[in-house]
Structure formats: C-alpha cells, structure tokens
C-alpha cells in the first residue's frame, strides 16, 4: 500500500516547495481530459498554496508553448492554442474544417443559455418554428445542453439548461461570464424583438 502523498513539503526550501507544487498540478493538468476544479488541485497542493498564483506561475512559463492553461467551468484545462488547431487536424488526417453549430441550433443555444431552464415548447414559441426533437439530441450529445427539471406547464415537460461542455466550448469560467444581452445588441450580433423579454440571433431558413 503507498504511502500519503506529502501535501506540505515541510522538508523542502521555499523555492523547491512552490517548483514541486507547480509540477504536480501541471501534471494533473496534463493527464486529465475535462477542467480540474479547484478542490481537486487542493489535494496534491499545501495547505498554504495560493492555487490562482501558481496557476499564474505556470501559464508563464507556457507563454512561449503551443499550449496555455485556460480557465474553463469552475476549473483549469491545458489545452493547445487555436493557431495550432489545423497542424492538429493535419496530424490526424482529418478534415480542414469540423462541423460547426447551423444557425437552428445556436439560435436554440442562445435561448437555452440565457432563460434556461427553458422547455422546447417555449424555445418553438420564441422562435416561431418548431424546435425538433432531432435537434435537441445533437446538441446533447454534444455535451452542451443536458434536461432540467420538469416544467409545471401542463403534461409537465422537461426543461433544458446548459451542460459543462457548453462553458468549455466557448471558453467560459461560469454563466456568469456570457456575454451581456446589451451589448451583444449594440455589437449587432442580437436583435431586439418587441415580443420578447430577451433579443436573439437571426435565424437562417435552411434545415436543421
């Protein structure tokens, strides 16, 4: 059986202490496939280790790599910077472009994101045209949407929210961090809409 890991490095100078910590999270960081949380960082960390500072420490001495730590729902993720992203698909003889969202599924997103939880019929009332079962499973199985609880609406519908893969995709600590409706009018990528407490993006007419 291994022994407990020692968090504390009483043993170790100042300096060595902060460099061994910095290596365990960048690590942990490394191996794992979703954002690490605070909590979990704590566990191979002293009880006196500033997480955000070392964080810090460490993304600076990534500046010059192809990869940075990104703070993303509720936790951190090393991940490869965006101009690497076609030598990436290159590598992997996958196509130059990966399917993106159509314009039916980031106007349902939007409206998921902002007034979630929010049921399918309300989503379909919103838009004017009708939101498919179809196309709340991609999404879902996407990671960005997942079921909220049930509406009191009569037949008692489920409601969607956003899942954490909605907050990586976009690069997003918490909700919190969305964009505000305001500005996102000013800047001309929402509308205002006379019926509605809340502006959306212009649907296109093709399918989903």
Request: glycine residues 6%.
């Amino acid at each position: 059986m291994s022994e407990p890991l020692d968090t504390e490095l009483a043993d170790l100078p100042p300096a060595l202490r902060w460099r061994e910590w910095m290596a365990r999270v960048e690590a942990v960081l490394f191996a794992a496939s979703e954002p690490v949380p605070r909590e979990d960082l704590a566990r191979i960390t002293g009880r006196s280790c500033a997480i955000e500072l070392l964080i810090a420490d460490i993304a600076a001495e990534l500046a010059d790599r192809p990869y940075e730590i990104a703070r993303v729902a509720g936790g951190w993720q090393l991940r490869t910077r965006p101009q690497y992203a076609a030598a990436i698909r290159a590598a992997r003889g996958e196509a130059e472009t990966a399917r993106g969202l159509t314009r039916n599924e980031a106007l349902v997103l939007t409206i998921i994101a902002y007034l979630q939880p929010v049921t399918r019929a309300a989503i379909a009332r919103m838009t004017g045209r009708e939101v498919s079962r179809d196309l709340i499973a991609r999404l879902s199985r996407q990671g960005l949407i997942a079921r909220g609880p049930r509406s009191p609406e009569a037949g008692a519908p489920y409601s969607y929210v956003t899942a954490p893969g909605f907050l990586a995709l976009f690069g997003l600590d918490t909700l919190r961090d969305l964009p505000d409706l305001e500005a996102l009018q000013d800047a001309g990528l929402l509308r205002p809409d006379s019926d509605q407490d809340i502006g959306l993006p212009i649907a296109g007419d093709e399918a989903e």
